[in-house]
């Protein structure tokens, strides 16, 4: 059986945890393929509240096996915390896998990601300042640390005392800081080795057994389309590709192993960061202040206020067609009621009056775009209580439809509130 992938479709934070939490109780797998702590999935089962930052969401059913995919960045110290935390809530996280050719991030990962931030001053890319960038760069440059190292001493040494080499030539003569203690830090990241050596596992491997014994399992994206490394707002992206294309090489599996892409859709667009945002409603824009405030458009671990806006069709329709989507899950849709009317962007145009039915390639171009707006009526009552297509207003349902018809891709669940019972499943044919 092939399997599924759940994809960001905007700038991350569509609902992502809660959907793939929603769709994992028939899954065997939930693996991770890319990104690190720099993701923030929250899932709420009858008011618990569970974020989870590198751990995939399906943790929260004992059958499903959750597994941290060699495309992933691993803080160590960050994974032991959230199995803690697991575990304080009654989550046996001792299920977890985590491949042995993950690369870990390192505390100078971090520092770097600090002050090249500080560095760029009003250009900075708003990182959530994790170490990711610094993290995959050094996996490009060969330089990094895996995971599988942790087990090795010897190995471990060696490698460190070469990416110090450079590091510590960087950070002292560079950047002006104090210089990473190579003993200090050894000693710190090899007394993680016994907790996490139970974890380790060839994980390529196990997902073509899953897959061979004809067991459902899904890949779960961090991050979005529009922050993918090739297909986001260059330079205003996160280091790695969340696209659905990019869980072959992050979890180890070929197209063909592939055959349900759920693009998840925010019912209006969010960003956290800097970067281009056509159909931004800037704070104090009234529609702004109240996107953000019904959404709760806060980071789930930074507590940053998120951007907001309307509905992006044009960003839709690309992502799309980028992950090839055979499905999309609208979220959020309850936060939307309040609005007598609601706009969607349905093209762009630039200020010569070109017209972009979709997303310009180049940067000049998407940062100076203005949205063209279909103006859509809204809906008086509120939401979150519908259990089927049939207990939304019928503006809701123009409106699901209309995104329906725009992305040329079948809607097939609408999520009205953060809960896991809050999801109205769609039958394909209605
Ligand atoms: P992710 O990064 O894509 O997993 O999304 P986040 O968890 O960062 O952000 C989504 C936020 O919206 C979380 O606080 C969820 O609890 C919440 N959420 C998810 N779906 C819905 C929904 O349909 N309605 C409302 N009101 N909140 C939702
Ligand atoms: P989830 O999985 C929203 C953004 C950061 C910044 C850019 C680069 O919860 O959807 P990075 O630390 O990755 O180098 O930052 O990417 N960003 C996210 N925005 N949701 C996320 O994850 C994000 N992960 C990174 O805000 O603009
Ligand atoms: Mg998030």
Redesign the pocket.
Known sequence: MPGTVIV?TQ???EG?GKFTDYLAKEASLCVRYQ?GH????TIIVDGEVFKLQLVPSGVLYPWVVPVIGNGVVVDPVVLLDELDMLESKGIDPRRIRLSGNAHLIMPYHQELDRVTERYLGKNK????K?G??PAYADKAMRVGLRVQDLFDPKIFRQKLDLALREKNGLLTKVYNRLPVDADALAADYLALAPRLEPLVDDTVHLVHQALDAGQWVLFEA???TF?DLDHGTYP????SNPVAGSVCAGAGVGPRDLDRIVGIVKAYTTR????PFPTELLEGTPEGDVLVDRGREYG?NTKRRRRAGWLDLVMIKQAARINTCTEIAITKLDVLSQFETIKVCIAYEDESGTRYDHVPYHQSVMHKVRPVYETLPGWAHDIERAEQLEDLPAEARDYVRFIEEFAGVPITFVSVGPERDQTVVRPRAA
């Open positions: 960001g700038w991350g934070d992502k990104g720099n993701a923030g999935h890319l708003g990182t959530t994790r990711i960038g961090a991050q979005a922050l205003f992206v996160t280091s956290v960061g800097s970067g789930t």
